[in-house]
C-alpha cells in the first residue's frame, strides 16, 4: 500500500535516500506507530490528526518535494506521539514503585502491630508476676505480725530478720518490675501513636490519589 502510493506520488525517481528507506518500512510497522495513544491531553486529537494527514498523503497529487514535507511532518507528530506514550509509561513504572513502597509500608504496620502485641503480652505477665509479690508481701507482713507476737523473742528477731531481708529483695524486684512495666507502657503508646500516623499518611496518600484520578478524566474530556 505504501509503496503504490509513493509510486502514485513520484517518489521511487527522487534521489532522496530517506525517501526510499522509508518505502522499506512494512506497513504493520506504520500502522502500529499510528494506533499509539497517549494518555495527555490532546494526544487523541494528534492520533486523529496524522491519521487524516496520512490518509491525504497517500492520496494527493501533489509533487514528490510537497509530499516530503508533509511527510517529514507526519514523523514529527508520531515523534510527539511516542513521547507522550513514553512520558506515561514513565507515570505508570512510578505508580508501581509506589504501589510497592505502599506494601512494603503495610507489611511494616502489620510487623508492628504483632510486635506490639507480643508486648502486650510481656506487660500483662509482668503485671501477674507483680500481683503474685504484692500477695506475698502481703502474705510475709501478716506472717511477721505472728511471728512478733511469738514469746521467743531472740528466735522471732532472727527470723523478722531473715523476713526483713526477703521483703527488702521483693521490694527491690517490685520497684524493678513496675518500672519496667511503666517503660513498657510509655513505649506502647509511642508505637501506636506511630501506627495512627502512618495510616493517616497512607489514608491522605489514597485520598490525594482518588483526587487525581478524578481529576484526570475531567481534564482529558476537556
Same mark, same amino acid.
Given at each position: ?12 525517481? #527522487? @534521489?532522496?535516500? #530517506? +525517501? ?9 510497522? +506504520?500502522?502500529? %506507530? ?13 492520533? =486523529?490528526?496524522? !491519521? ?11 509533487? @514528490? ?7 517529514? %511532518? ?29 506494601? $512494603? ?7 508492628? +502491630? ?16 507483680? &500481683?503474685?509479690?504484692? &500477695? ?6 501478716? !506472717? ?7 514469746? *521467743? ?10 523476713? /526483713? &531481708?526477703?521483703?527488702?529483695?521483693? #521490694?527491690? +524486684?517490685?520497684?524493678?518490675? *513496675?518500672? $519496667?512495666?511503666?517503660?513498657? $507502657? ?11 500516623? !502512618? ?7 489514597? $485520598?490525594? /490519589? *482518588? *483526587? =487525581?484520578?478524578?481529576? #484526570? ?6
Amino acid at each position: 500500500m505504501l509503496a503504490s502510493c509513493l509510486l502514485a506520488q513520484g517518489f521511487m525517481d #527522487s @534521489p532522496d535516500l #530517506s +525517501i526510499l528507506s522509508f518505502v522499506r518500512v512494512p506497513d504493520e510497522v +506504520i500502522r502500529k %506507530r499510528l494506533l499509539i495513544d497517549g494518555d495527555g491531553a490532546g494526544d487523541d486529537r494528534k492520533i =486523529n490528526v496524522l !491519521l487524516k494527514s496520512f490518509t491525504k498523503w497517500c492520496n494527493s497529487p501533489g509533487t @514528490p518535494e510537497e509530499g516530503f514535507m508533509q511527510y517529514q %511532518r507526519m514523523l514529527g507528530t508520531l515523534a510527539q506521539c511516542e513521547f507522550s506514550m513514553g512520558k506515561t509509561l514513565m507515570v505508570y513504572d512510578m505508580n508501581l514503585r509506589e504501589m510497592e513502597n505502599y506494601e $512494603k509500608i503495610y507489611s511494616n504496620i502489620e510487623q508492628n +502491630i504483632m510486635s506490639a502485641h507480643e508486648k502486650i503480652a510481656e506487660c500483662k505477665k509482668e503485671i501477674q508476676r507483680a &500481683k503474685r509479690i504484692r &500477695k506475698n508481701r502481703q502474705e510475709y507482713d501478716a !506472717l511477721a505480725k505472728v511471728i512478733q507476737q511469738h514469746p *521467743d523473742r531472740h528466735e522471732t528477731l532472727k527470723q523478722l530478720e531473715a523476713l /526483713d &531481708k526477703e521483703l527488702q529483695q521483693l #521490694s527491690h +524486684i517490685k520497684e524493678n518490675v *513496675d518500672a $519496667k512495666l511503666e517503660l513498657r $507502657k510509655k513505649q506502647f503508646h509511642v508505637l501506636l501513636s506511630t501506627i495512627q500516623e !502512618l495510616q493517616q499518611t497512607l489514608e491522605n496518600d489514597e $485520598k490525594s /490519589d *482518588d *483526587d =487525581n484520578n478524578q481529576e #484526570s478524566p475531567a481534564e482529558n474530556g476537556e
